[in-house]
């Protein structure tokens, strides 16, 4: 899984990144999410590996930013830093804005391993402990399926999903399964160029 995300999410954004010459990318992490994200700025600034050192980070004061780049550095800018996953439903639902269907509880066959619901498919190897299910489960966060897990929820319309959210007191990020390979990884992975 690990080994699948460097390749696929930190190696391929790099390299589309570096050939394309683009200096600054669009993300939608939240401070709320996972404590190293807690760390990050508006306007986050990557060495020219696409590396990301949390002291280096420039002061943000209100809503004065500095988005100048030296020669090699790109950035990543997250607008939606200060929204909670609360303030995003409560935007969706205000806004009637569509969202994918996985976000909200149906009736999935999967495997639960350790707590967390994962669909089947052929991308995803069930572990030895897992235990095939049927139950109402939806997605939180989405991302490739052998590391996103679902949740048991029977959150099927938005204003459900907001009550249920009212509630939960776990990070939408920790059904992710590379948040949770060794302490302090999503930092790790974000020194060596994760998103």
């Known amino acids: 899984t690990a080994a699948g995300?460097?390749?696929?999410?930190?190696?391929?954004?790099i390299e589309g990144l570096q050939h394309y010459g683009i200096d600054a990318a669009l993300g939608g992490a939240r401070r709320e999410e996972e404590k190293s994200r807690a760390k990050e700025r508006f306007f986050s600034v990557?060495?020219?590996?696409?590396?990301?050192?949390?002291r280096k980070q420039?002061?943000?004061i209100g809503i004065a930013f500095n988005s100048r780049l030296t020669k090699g550095d790109s950035m990543r800018v997250f607008p939606l830093s200060n929204w909670t996953e609360l303030d995003i439903w409560?935007?969706?639902k205000r806004e009637k804005i569509e969202v994918s269907p996985l976000y909200?509880?149906?009736?999935?066959?999967?495997?639960?391993?350790?707590?967390?619901?994962?669909?089947i498919h052929p991308s995803v190897e069930p572990s030895h402990s897992a235990v095939l299910v049927q139950q109402e489960v939806r997605?939180?966060?989405?991302?490739?399926?052998?590391?996103?897990?679902?949740?048991?929820?029977?959150?099927?319309?938005?204003?459900?999903?907001?009550?249920e959210?009212?509630?939960?007191?776990?990070?939408?990020?920790?059904?992710?399964?590379?948040?949770?390979?060794?302490?302090?990884?999503?930092?790790?992975?974000?020194?060596?160029?994760?998103?």
């Open 165 to 195: 959210l009212e509630s939960l007191k776990a990070s939408e990020r920790s059904t992710r399964l590379i948040d949770h390979d060794s302490e302090g990884s999503m930092e790790k992975k974000k020194r060596r160029g994760y998103f």
């Open 139 to 163: 997605y939180r966060t989405l991302g490739c399926m052998p590391c996103t897990g679902g949740i048991c929820s029977s959150a099927d319309t938005i204003e459900k999903v907001i009550g």
């Open 58 to 60: 420039r002061l943000e």
């Open 5 to 13: 995300c460097e390749a696929l999410k930190t190696r391929g954004l």
């Open 46 to 54: 990557r060495s020219p590996q696409g590396g990301w050192d949390p």
């Open 104 to 119: 909200f509880s149906t009736h999935r066959k999967g495997m639960e391993s350790d707590g967390m619901f994962f669909e």
């Open 90 to 92: 409560r935007y969706i």
